[in-house]
């Protein structure tokens, strides 16, 4: 039971987190918080692409090559057919085929 | 509209079922099944926090000491929500759903699409936020059913996820013509990387690319 509390606990926290913003800006939204909405999703992004590869080391073996080359063919793919679906398919099978090579 | 909700969403399926029965499989190992990993992805829903919750459940842990930890590894979607406020404004019935299952992934989805006006879009964006949800939940059962059997012969699978976020941030530099934003966002996230630890560097990050947005905001206006 102590269990189920714990889980209602997460869950109702994690709904506060998310609906916080709402409650408190969904009315009127001010100029600033319109203007954060506007900016944060590129660089909440980048945190993201980062945050993924926090675990990578660059300078122990393999240096973060598999990562670098997979990252990159997915930069040239979406940059080339605008396609998000090709572009993470292709970059994740080559980062599958060098993790298994390098 | 159905059809390319899914189509959009595909990205996602990969991830969330390996993640999802990443998670299954470590629920079940602490001694938690079926119920439990199903009840967890459909009500917590948040993908890192769910992970850290076996631990909070296996450790016995109290009930503040649970919200605290969960608002720590949850408060970036503080942010998320913040920056939705103006898209999700006028989405009716679907909003308290939308609000909810705004997970890292979801997010990265939604933020900048705009393919359609109205209310279709308000069912675009539902359904999109529903298959992830349901990838989401049968993963985690999955991994709940196969427990310590499985085996991955599929590492690297883990990457489609890192892929995601980076098809969206290519996308998102070439249709804008403002980059400092995204420079900002890997500026400032390596810094607190390097500051802070790849443990706790998340909320200091976001603390600073807020900072430093407000202040460009400040000398811009």
Redesign the interface.
């Known amino acids: 039971m102590k269990a189920a509390v714990l889980i209602l606990a997460m869950a109702i926290t994690t709904i506060v987190l998310r609906f916080l913003p709402f409650m408190i800006f969904g009315k009127h939204t001010p100029a600033y918080v319109s203007y954060l909405g506007k900016v944060l999703p590129q660089a909440i992004i980048a945190l993201l692409v980062i945050y993924c590869l926090r675990d990578v080391s660059v300078i122990s073996p393999p240096y973060g090559i598999p990562e670098f080359i997979a990252g990159g063919t997915v930069v040239g793919m979406q940059a080339w057919k605008r396609n998000a679906v090709i572009s993470i398919l292709s970059g994740t099978i080559v980062y599958m085929v060098l993790i298994r090579i390098i | 509209m159905i059809k390319k909700a899914f189509?959009k969403s595909?990205?996602v399926m990969?991830g969330y079922i390996i993640l999802g029965a990443g998670f299954g499989i470590l629920l079940h190992n602490a001694g938690?099944g079926i119920i439990?990993a199903f009840?967890?992805s459909t009500?917590?829903?948040?993908g890192s926090?769910?992970y850290v919750?076996i631990g909070?459940?296996t450790g016995?842990?109290s009930?503040i000491t649970?919200?605290i930890t969960?608002?720590m590894v949850?408060?970036?979607?503080?942010?998320?929500?913040?920056?939705?406020?103006?898209?999700?404004?006028d989405s009716g019935k679907y909003?308290p759903y939308l609000?909810?299952a705004?997970t890292?992934e979801t997010?990265?989805l939604l933020?900048?699409d705009e393919e359609y006006s109205g209310e279709e879009i308000n069912r675009y964006r539902f359904f999109v936020s529903f298959f992830n949800h349901c990838y989401w939940i049968s993963g985690s059962v999955i991994g709940s059913l196969l427990g310590s059997m499985i085996h991955f012969s599929?590492?690297?699978?883990e990457?489609?996820?890192?892929?995601?976020?980076?098809?969206?941030?290519?996308?998102?530099?070439?249709i804008?013509d403002n980059?400092i934003?995204?420079i900002?966002?890997?500026v400032?996230?390596?810094l607190c990387?390097l500051l802070f630890g790849?443990e706790n560097?998340?909320i200091p990050?976001?603390l600073l690319?807020?900072l430093l947005?407000?202040v460009i905001?400040k000398k811009e206006t």
């Open positions: 189509y595909l990205p990969a938690y439990w009840a967890m009500l917590i829903y948040a926090m769910q919750g909070l459940l016995g842990a009930v649970t919200v969960t608002v949850n408060a970036r979607h503080l942010f998320y929500s913040i920056s939705m406020i103006d898209k999700y404004k909003k609000i909810f705004l890292d997010y990265s933020c900048d599929t590492a690297g699978v990457f489609s996820m890192t892929a995601l976020f980076i098809a969206s941030f290519t996308e998102q530099w070439i804008s980059h934003p995204a900002i966002g890997i400032s996230t390596l990387l790849t560097f998340l990050s976001m690319i807020t947005l407000t905001r």
